[in-house]
């Protein structure tokens, strides 16, 4: 199956600095979503994004499907982004075994 | 519309037990799916279920079984359970397309504990 990778696996940021987060797959990969997890486990649907780039206000995302990557991108950092950030997806003769990456935790400091 | 929910909560189990989790859908969602995340192992896939079908399975022993109703509602089983059962249940329901799932919504998670 395919594999997934995230970095940084920790990230510590003031209030008001920009990230980028990446995900690198080992294969071609279907329903690429990103994801953020709450300190109270709850998870939130980003972006589905295969390929192309899409924004939502401070955030963004960049999937180059032909390279196996996705980058997402935070800007003017709050508090509240504080959390873990997953990259998802599923090989193409698997397409409903959604797999899940590490994570990336973010800790943005006031 | 209503989310994804999960039933129970909170779940305290003893070693040897069996458990039942229970997950409804959004509403017209017809795609389901169970994870368990632990701190050790992240997020790991246990299967996903399709008008009644289960069409993938995660690296979960035959004691982790599931089901899906025909409104769409799922369960998932756990019999015998084990100390490492301990974790996190996701559900999340998703439409479905031709290549795949469309974006997943998940619930707020079963919290099992296994004394």
Redesign the interface.
């Known amino acids: 199956g395919i594999q997934v990778e995230q970095s940084p696996p920790d990230l510590i940021l003031q209030e008001g600095a920009n990230s980028t987060l990446r995900c690198n797959f080992s294969d071609s990969v279907?329903?690429l979503?990103w994801?953020h997890q709450n300190p109270?486990?709850?998870?939130?649907?980003l972006f589905?994004i295969p390929s192309g780039t899409k924004q939502n206000g401070r955030l963004s995302a960049t999937t180059v499907a032909t390279e196996r990557y996705s980058l997402l991108y935070i800007s003017s950092s709050q508090t509240t982004d504080s959390g873990v950030y997953?990259c998802?997806g599923?090989g193409?003769s698997?397409?409903?075994?959604?797999?899940?990456?590490?994570?990336t935790r973010l800790s943005i400091r006031p | 519309k209503a989310g994804v929910t999960q039933t129970p909560r909170y779940l305290i189990k003893t070693r040897g037990q069996q458990v039942t989790l229970s997950c409804s859908p959004i509403s017209g969602h017809r795609s389901v799916s169970w994870y368990q995340q632990t701190p050790g192992q992240g997020l790991q896939f246990l299967f996903e279920y399709f008008s009644e079908t289960q069409r993938n399975k995660g690296n979960f022993p035959g004691r982790f079984s599931g089901r899906q109703f025909s409104n769409s509602r799922s369960e998932m089983n756990v019999s015998t359970l084990e100390l490492g059962d301990s974790a996190l249940y996701l559900c999340a329901s998703s439409l479905v397309r031709l290549a795949g799932l469309e974006t997943q919504y998940f619930g707020p998670g079963t919290r099992l504990l296994v004394l």
């Open positions: 279907n329903n979503q994801f109270w486990g709850q998870l939130i649907n589905y997953f998802a599923s193409y698997s397409a409903s075994k959604i797999i899940f990456g590490s994570g």
